[in-house]
């Protein structure tokens, strides 16, 4: 199946710093990419793949699961990991719950972690129907361009797979018994006004992560998909400063490649 226009993924060889970033459920890399290339503008190498299943239709999506994206994003890190001295990894939405397994799972190959509007959990009274309800329904509405600004739109699906929607509440399950073991720097943005990903989410992450560096912003003028919304910049902004706190050569890197 052809990607859907924007959905592609993202790649810029830098410097010795590398960020993987990680988009979210039945989204793609287009709600990244500015993030992305404002990463790739100021010298270092980033990665930001497509998830199996993801920017093409959602008969695609529900042939995958939680293993084939958590894969994917495994890979990346893997050769991201052997290109640069120090990686970062973000991630929004679900792309924030495979960066906290990430985090888990390889410990110090990860510099430091940086999440916006990460999820945790389905919520609601559907989410104790899924077990049953992907035998008999195959999709529910969709959940992309929860976005405030006029305008923005996020390219990804209109519908939900609803055994890929099964697998994603497994995985989040899996992710919640692994926060004890991030350690990592952490900065955690988030939404108070977000229609997709509650605050309690956020709330519960940085209850059961260890890391003890640890940073929390609101981003008060946004809904969920911030990274194409009001605050966008500030999240570009903020989170090249986490960088270049822990990885001080980040700068001086940035300026040989002429910015």
């Not at 790649?11 to 890399?29: A, K």
């Not at 495979?98 to 389905?122: E, F, M, Q, T």
């Not at 969709?142 to 600004?149: L, P, T, V």
Request: hydrophobic content about 40%.
């Amino acid at each position: 199946m052809p990607v859907l226009p924007g959905a592609e993924p993202y790649r810029h060889e830098g410097g010795e710093v590398g960020v993987l970033l990680c988009h979210g459920f039945t989204g793609s890399p287009q709600s990244l990419r500015p993030w992305a290339e404002y990463l790739a503008e100021r010298g270092l190498t980033v990665s930001l793949p497509l998830l199996p299943g993801h920017g093409t239709r959602w008969e695609d999506m529900a042939l995958t699961g939680w293993q084939d994206w958590y894969a994917e994003v495994d890979r990346e890190l893997r050769a991201l990991t052997a290109r640069c001295a120090r990686v970062f990894v973000f991630g929004l939405s679900m792309g924030g719950a495979l960066s906290l397994r990430l985090a888990a799972r390889h410990g110090d190959a990860i510099a430091g972690l940086v999440v916006v509007n990460p999820a945790n959990k389905v919520h609601g009274l559907s989410a104790y129907a899924l077990p049953v309800a992907r035998h008999l329904v195959r999709t529910t509405k969709g959940i992309a361009s929860d976005i405030a600004k006029p305008g923005g739109e996020e390219v990804g699906y209109d519908r939900v797979p609803l055994h890929a929607a099964h697998s994603l509440r497994q995985f989040f399950r899996v992710v919640d018994g692994e926060l004890p073991q991030v350690t990592q720097p952490l900065l955690l943005l988030h939404s108070p006004q977000d229609h997709v990903v509650p605050p309690a989410d956020s709330a519960r992450i940085l209850s059961r992560v260890s890391s003890t560096d640890v940073t929390e912003i609101l981003l008060e003028q946004s809904y969920h998909v911030a990274t194409l919304d009001h605050d966008a910049d500030r999240i570009f902004e903020e989170s090249y400063a986490f960088i270049g706190r822990l990885a001080p050569s980040v700068g001086k890197e940035g300026t040989a490649a002429g910015g």
